[in-house]
């Protein structure tokens, strides 16, 4: 069952993508992004062997909720300082971010955080795995950013991901 179907979640969320993307809840929309969430599915395997593993599926729905919140959050912020505050006067800098994820998926999930919520990017992943380089389009405290990341997103992405 696995070789036909080897990414099932995957191959859900891609159809309900689809779906929302369509803005259209038929049968035939419905069906056909089954069977787009289907190929992709099998023609991703060979280069994604293994399926993330999930140790507490009810704590994604903390985590997304935490991430929705900032992103609200920070939009206000960045709007803020784009309407308010002169470019001169803001104090963007880079921040190394050390991570303790090992998970890929874990890591590519936090870096995806980051990039989402307005003010933040991440820029690069260091070659052992271990810390995360971010933009800040404005911050005075880089310890308290970083402080900031790994309570909030770390600590819940340890308890979602193995």
Not at 34 to 43: E, P, R
Request: hydrophobic share 55%; net charge neutral; aromatic share 10%.
């Amino acid at each position: 069952m696995r070789a036909l179907l080897p990414h099932p979640l995957l191959t859900a969320i891609l159809a309900l993508v689809w779906v929302l993307l369509l803005n259209d809840f038929s049968w035939g929309a419905i069906v056909f992004g089954l069977l787009l969430g289907f190929a992709i599915a099998l023609l991703i395997s060979p280069y994604w062997p293994e399926r993330p593993h999930i140790r507490n599926p009810l704590a994604i729905l903390e985590y997304f909720a935490i991430v929705l919140w900032d992103i609200v959050v920070s939009n206000v912020q960045v709007a803020y300082l784009v309407l308010f505050r002169r470019g001169d006067s803001l104090k963007s800098q880079f921040v190394t971010v050390p991570i303790a994820l090992e998970s890929p998926e874990a890591i590519a999930t936090l870096a995806g955080t980051i990039t989402m919520t307005p003010g933040t990017l991440s820029a690069d992943l260091s070659a052992d795995g271990r810390s995360l380089l971010v933009h800040c389009l404005d911050t005075s405290d880089p310890d308290g950013v970083v402080a900031t990341i790994k309570s909030r997103y770390e600590r819940r992405l340890m308890r979602i991901f193995v």
